[in-house]
């Protein structure tokens, strides 16, 4: 399967939106599974694409696939976020200190079902981490603790490591990090 990924552009915005939409739900594994961050706008899908950074890959002219990275700033008014935050202020990775500017928030990443298993999740990762490799050090992502499968393409496929788990409103997850220069 061929596909080609690149830095996203304002006229991938309606598509990207549209397919966070369709998949948004993926990560729930369970009927009662509450999701703590929001369906992204196209207004804010075109303020990441502007202001942060959102990598997707494409094939034949379609969509099929994105990642994004936000400045802690984009999300910061979200609980769910304002915890990590809290949690980044006070940690450290292999003894480097982190804090909000030597990090950057890395998710959510979505690849339409149909096109999963084929090597998109990984070379999406790799464009994003070149594209922050000189602005941050460190991407740091959530991930329900419940939810394996994210969690094992994460830890395998983007050499995320588990920093910490926490609790939020009664649904456990891990905190996880990579390094953006490997």
């Not at 990642?67 to 006070?90: C, D, G, M, T």
């Not at 090597?119 to 992502?141: C, H, Q, S, W």
């Not at 969690?151 to 609790?167: D, P, R, V």
Request: charged letters at 20%; proline letters at 3%.
């Amino acid at each position: 399967m061929s596909f080609i990924v690149r830095k996203a552009v304002l006229t991938d915005a309606k598509a990207i939106a549209h397919l966070e939409r369709a998949h948004v739900d993926d990560e729930l594994t369970t009927p009662n599974g509450i999701l703590h961050a929001h369906s992204l706008t196209i207004s804010e899908v075109k303020q990441l694409i502007i202001q942060h950074w959102i990598v997707v890959a494409e094939q034949q002219g379609d969509i099929i696939g994105y990642v994004v990275a936000a400045k802690w700033v984009f999300v910061s008014s979200q609980p769910l976020y304002r915890n990590i935050i809290q949690r980044i202020k006070f940690a450290d990775f292999e003894g480097r200190p982190l804090s909000t500017t030597n990090t950057c928030q890395y998710g959510p990443v979505w690849i339409n079902k149909s096109y999963r298993g084929n090597g998109i999740f990984e070379a999406m990762v790799n464009e994003l981490k070149l594209l922050l490799k000189d602005r941050y050090p460190f991407m740091v992502t959530y991930i329900a603790a419940d939810n394996a499968r994210s969690l094992a393409a994460h830890q395998n496929k983007a050499a995320m490591q588990i920093l910490e788990g926490f609790s939020f409103e009664q649904r456990d997850y891990q905190l996880l990090i990579t390094e953006t220069q490997k």
